[in-house]
């Protein structure tokens, strides 16, 4: 079975600087997909970003990026240059792709609370 | 931009009372899932709808709960009888395709079981 870890309760980050949030998997299975969500106070999940177990490059989605480590089973999120608005829950999920034995359906870990103060 | 629509967005009832939710994926979307999420967790799935058919209940409490997709559109979650430990955000979520592809979610439904 697939399993998520988030191991930052909580983060605080200064308006303009950058910030890692950390994320560690595990799976057997050779084809999945790893996602990001933001999920404000109003609780509806915002994808952020997408990263294929096959892809070559980290993924980039403007002030989003991925830092895919595939030996160390990481996908760490980077946001910069972050913004008030960015303050909320962000949640590390993982599906595995077509033909997996539990496909599509997300995994997800137990999420990070990022702050950015002014 | 065409969203994921869930009824009501807030819910309140009294314990033993039935209560049910109401979810309309993106058009064309053929897979739908309910999840259910606890207040500090994440998002756990509690069923996968491929068209009207089942693909996954497994976390599913078949005792008080049930899904259906009837004609493979929108879909309804039910809980009788309501107990206090269901008090969640109930999140839909729909896709092309049941693969590793991105899911759309809806804005919840948060229930409250007094």
């Known amino acids: 079975a697939q399993k998520i870890t988030q191991t930052q309760p909580g983060m605080f980050v200064q308006e303009k600087e950058a910030v890692t949030l950390d994320c560690t998997y595990d799976?057997?299975?050779?084809?999945?997909?790893l996602f990001w969500y933001k999920q404000p106070s109003s609780g509806e999940m915002i994808f952020l970003i997408y990263?294929?177990?096959?892809?070559?490059q980290n993924a980039t989605e403007g002030r989003y990026s991925l830092n895919f480590q595939k030996a160390r089973k990481s996908a760490n999120l980077v946001i910069s240059a972050s913004q008030l608005g960015d303050s909320a829950m962000y949640f590390c999920?993982?599906?595995?792709?077509?033909?997996?034995?539990?496909?599509?359906?997300?995994?997800f870990g137990q999420g990070t609370i990022l702050t950015v103060h002014p | 931009e065409a969203e994921v629509a869930q009824s009501p967005r807030y819910k309140i009832t009294e314990k033993s009372q039935a209560v049910a939710f109401w979810c309309d994926p993106i058009?064309?979307?053929?897979?739908l899932y309910w999840y259910r999420q606890i207040l500090g967790q994440g998002p756990e799935l509690l069923v996968q709808?491929?068209?009207?058919?089942?693909?996954?209940d497994s976390q599913l409490p078949k005792d008080r709960f049930s899904a259906e997709r009837l004609k493979g559109v929108d879909s309804t979650l039910k809980i009788q009888p309501a107990e206090l430990g269901d008090s969640a955000m109930y999140l839909c979520?729909?896709?092309?395709?049941?693969?590793?592809?991105?899911?759309?979610f809806g804005p919840g439904t948060r229930l409250t079981v007094t």
């Open positions: 979520a729909s896709s092309l395709v049941a693969s590793g592809d991105e899911q759309y």
């Open positions: 999920a993982m599906s595995l792709a077509a033909g997996g034995t539990s496909y599509g359906k997300l995994t």
């Open positions: 709808f491929q068209d009207e058919s089942v693909v996954d």
């Open positions: 799976t057997s299975d050779p084809s999945y997909g």
């Open positions: 990263q294929g177990s096959y892809d070559q």
């Open positions: 058009s064309g979307h053929a897979t």
